[in-house]
């Protein structure tokens, strides 16, 4: 045991030779980490949307949605990624899927209230000039509620990415790798802990601050309307 402490706190904090030596690997993992964070936050916008779609047209539906994608972000990311295990193994589609319903509460509540807070006037005028509810909905409502979508959309990015760190522990790749082997080795490795943990904060950083350039180029108007 004394061996093995010893061993433990000799070991420096940080070593850039490892990261030098695992430098295709780490990139492998960001690609991965990248490739589940996109494909989560795709499928619950889609799904996010339809939704709100169904809860725009019958309001009873809202409440129903909403209370499904509640109790869907209330179960344990472990647990839920273990539960899909015996369908369809350690592969993409059984860390996707959680991370996907992860995504819908934030998403569905967001889509629906930027399009309720869009003006009456505005859904007025554009049904005078002879919209039908679908033109209305896609070239009215949904552009000018694209501000609270996105900010539903950056919030659910960050949380993906921290939630894909979970499926390492599971096997399924993603910046969590490094994490698992730092703490799973006989001599506990921090730089590979650091490396986990530092890039999944830098990567959620850049994302949220893509985002917000997103939203900045495609809703101006918003911004203007914060200066007024």
Do not use: C
Not at 155 to 173: F, N, Q, R, S
Not at 191 to 214: E, K, N, P, R, Y
Request: no cysteine.
């Amino acid at each position: 045991m004394s061996e093995y402490v010893l061993a433990a706190t000799d070991r420096p904090l940080f070593e850039w030779r490892w990261v030098e030596r695992n430098a295709d690997e780490i990139v492998q993992r960001l690609g991965e980490h990248l490739a589940l964070t996109a494909a989560a936050l795709a499928i619950g916008l889609v799904v996010s949307v339809a939704l709100a779609v169904l809860s725009l047209r019958w309001r009873w539906f809202y409440a129903v949605a909403l209370g499904a994608a509640g109790a869907l972000y209330v179960i344990p990311s472990l647990g839920a990624f273990a539960l899909l295990v015996p369908f369809f193994g350690l592969s993409f589609t059984t860390a996707v899927i959680p991370l996907a319903t992860y995504t819908l509460l934030i998403l569905l509540r967001n889509i629906v209230t930027g399009i309720q807070q869009v003006p009456a006037e505005v859904r007025e005028a554009a049904i005078g000039m002879g919209f039908t509810r679908l033109r209305l909905l896609l070239q009215v409502e949904f552009p000018l509620a694209l501000p609270v979508v996105i900010a539903g959309l950056r919030v659910a990015a960050v949380t993906t990415i921290g939630l894909v760190t979970v499926t390492a522990m599971l096997g399924m790749g993603g910046l969590g790798f490094f994490i698992r082997q730092g703490i799973q080795t006989t001599t506990p490795n921090p730089t590979a802990i650091i490396v986990g943990i530092g890039s999944s904060i830098v990567l959620a950083v850049l994302v949220d601050a893509l985002l917000w350039l997103s939203e900045r180029a495609l809703a101006p108007w918003a911004r203007k309307a914060g200066r007024a």
